[in-house]
Nanobody
Framework: VQLQASGGGLVAAGGSLRLSCADS????????MGWFRQAPGKERDFVAA????????LYADSVKDRFTISRDRAKNTLYLQMNGLTPEDTAVYFC?????????????????WGQGTLVTVSS
């Protein structure tokens, strides 16, 4: 698996989790990266994205001011710090590497996807 997402789990509402996505290939070091999520029976939606150099962060309105995306290029790892979690955040979270140097809100702009990690927020 090229992109390995981890860090999901069960957390109570109001809690925090930090997701990680390790790129074993190092191919994404000059590419934008992003997080998407898919709740049961729903589409895979954009959550956050970041440019190759760690700047240019983009967020979905639903997570802005609660989630923070970051990356460590030396470790080839992408992160998503999630605070103030609510049951509506329950989903499988996927990391992805963009085709371009900048992150994007558009799913088709991403060429490689991780396998997903499940986040469950209890009320």
């Amino acid at each position: 698996v090229q992109l390995q997402a981890s860090g999901g789990g069960l957390v109570a509402a109001g809690g925090s989790l930090r997701l990680s996505c390790a790129d074993s290939t190092r191919l994404s070091s000059n590419n934008g990266m992003g997080w998407f999520r898919q709740a049961p029976g729903k589409e895979r939606d954009f959550v956050a994205a970041i440019s190759w150099n760690g700047g240019g962060a983009l967020y979905a309105d639903s997570v802005k001011d609660r989630f923070t995306i970051s990356r460590d290029r030396a470790k080839n790892t992408l992160y998503l710090q999630m605070n103030g979690l609510t049951p509506e955040d329950t989903a499988v979270y996927f990391c992805a590497a963009a085709r371009a140097a900048y992150g994007s809100r558009i799913r088709s702009d991403y060429a490689r996807w991780g396998q997903g990690t499940l986040v469950t927020v209890s009320s």
